[in-house]
């Protein structure tokens, strides 16, 4: 291949852009049993040990084409917006798991599909805001809520409130990251790899500050790690990066909201979790709030 990631990336067909957001969401469903099966590494040492797996391999193709990483000599407002993204999110995200009940801060957080939608409404080209988006991402948000209710775990603490407070910074800097890399969509997708590893090194950082370090102990906890960092923390990030910048920023908001559903019923089909009411009904809000975003989607003006 002698095309550089920017020209491929910018070559992509607009269908063929959003099936590799989709695919980032495919992966992310895998997040939560890889998670349980890595044992019990700590959340920042797990960041660190996953994001550099992830930038690594992101490194690779380099090997082939060592102009590639040229993708790396980007202005500081790129590498703010890329770091910030990775790792102040799962900064974020972990501090609300320590400081708020799991259930609760899951909740907050998965509003981030809710302000891609909106938040992409600002683009250029977008075709505007169309009421099938907003009803499909509501309808989604529902069925997220419904999932996490039907668990029994949802009652809201005043005490857990700085917990709620970090969920929902979380999910503002998410969806900021999300719908901002379209702005920068000449920026090429080899660069997420340098985010990665400034991000495990990050994480590294916050890990010896906070954290003891737990290893995994066997062959299976230390193959969960490598799964992780080689697709949910991993590829799933170069696929959101040409997902974002090249495909339906609004759909993939919408289609965003099936992750911990599709986590559930892996969980379910390991053995992890049991199936219940809420998740069937959680599996038809969201395919609804997905029928509707594909549907104002296609009829969606193009800018």
Same mark, same amino acid.
């Given at each position: ?130 009421? @099938?988006?907003? &009803?499909? +991402? *509501?309808?989604? $948000? ?6 996490? !209710? =039907?668990?029994?775990?949802? %009652? ?96 993939? @908001?919408?289609? &965003?909201? +099936? *992750?911990?559903? $599709? ?6 089909? !390991? =053995?992890?979790?049991?199936? %219940? ?27």
């Amino acid at each position: 291949m002698r095309e550089t990631a920017s020209s491929l990336s910018r070559r992509t067909p607009r269908s063929a852009a959003t099936l590799a957001g989709f695919g980032a969401i495919l992966l992310w469903s895998l997040l939560a049993l890889f998670t349980a099966a890595s044992g019990v590494v700590p959340p920042f040492q797990l960041a660190a040990m996953t994001f550099l797996v992830g930038g690594l391999c992101g490194c690779l193709p380099w090997i082939a084409r060592p102009a590639r990483a040229r993708a790396l000599l980007q202005p500081w407002p790129v590498w703010l917006l890329g770091v910030g993204g990775l790792f102040g999110y799962h900064a974020l995200y972990f501090s609300a798991l320590r400081l708020a009940p799991p259930a609760e801060a899951g909740l907050i957080n998965y509003l981030w599909p809710l302000l891609i939608v909106l938040f992409s409404a600002r683009l250029p080209g977008s075709g505007g805001l169309q009421t @099938g988006h907003l &009803a499909g +991402a *509501a309808l989604g $948000l529902a069925g997220v809520a419904a999932l996490f !209710a =039907g668990r029994g775990e949802l %009652g809201f603490a005043t005490g857990a409130l700085p917990g709620y407070a970090a969920a929902l910074a979380a999910a503002f800097v998410w969806a900021g990251y999300s719908v901002l890399s379209a702005r920068v969509g000449t920026v090429p997708t080899d660069a997420v790899a340098g985010f990665c590893l400034a991000t495990a090194a990050f994480s590294l950082a916050c890990h010896r500050a906070v954290e003891a370090t737990i290893w995994p102990v066997d062959a299976v906890q230390w193959s969960a790690v490598l799964l992780l960092g080689l697709g949910p923390v991993g590829a799933a990030f170069y696929l959101w990066d040409i997902g974002c910048k090249r495909g339906d920023v609004r759909l993939l @908001g919408v289609a &965003a909201h +099936a *992750a911990p559903v $599709l986590s559930t019923l892996i969980l379910v089909a !390991a =053995g992890y979790a049991n199936p %219940g009411p809420a998740l069937a009904l959680a599996c038809l809000l969201i395919v609804a709030g997905a029928l509707a975003a594909v549907r104002a989607s296609r009829a969606a003006p193009r800018g």
